[in-house]
């Protein structure tokens, strides 16, 4: 779901699929916490109420505006740890997915799970956006196996 001109918009993905992403219990939990606040919402608005019963989040997340609600938050964070040198950089939604996959990479999750995580449809395509992630991997796996044959020798 997105916003296009100020208008919700729902469908598919890019290449018309469907995609199920595996999501871990704690994450389940706040979204089953939200869930529950949205429908105390809504029994204390009653008629008035504006919102969809179907999603998760009853406005749309509009990418375009969400540097302006995390800027307030590295603002804080910056006046409330005066000794750090460096201001958090402000990050888009699309930057959370890029950290998202070079995280799982450099955790050594495979490609091509991967690469169905970001809907990539051939790990080809993960393979050429997140090379240099992967360069990184190896270089660790090179010295990872010294150690194992050192230790083991």
Not at 37 to 45: C, D, L, N, S, T
Not at 121 to 143: F, G, K, M, N, W
Request: aromatic share 4%.
């Amino acid at each position: 779901m997105g916003v296009v001109e100020g208008q919700r918009v729902e469908g598919t993905t890019k290449s018309g699929r469907t995609r199920v992403v595996s999501i871990d219990d704690t994450t389940a939990t706040v979204l089953r916490d939200h869930q529950k606040a949205h429908e105390a919402e809504k029994v204390r608005i009653g008629d008035s109420w504006k919102g969809s019963d179907d999603t998760v989040f009853t406005t749309a997340w509009r990418p375009d505006l969400s540097h302006d609600r995390h800027r307030p938050a590295a603002q804080a964070h910056q006046a409330h740890n005066e000794t750090a040198s460096d201001p958090l950089p402000v990050i888009r939604l699309h930057d959370l997915r890029h950290i998202h996959a070079t995280l799982l990479l450099l955790a050594g999750v495979p490609v091509h799970v991967v690469a169905a995580r970001l809907g990539h449809a051939d790990p080809a395509i993960t393979l050429r956006v997140y090379a240099h992630v992967i360069h990184s991997a190896e270089t660790a796996a090179a010295d990872i196996f010294a150690r194992t044959v050192k230790d083991t020798c």
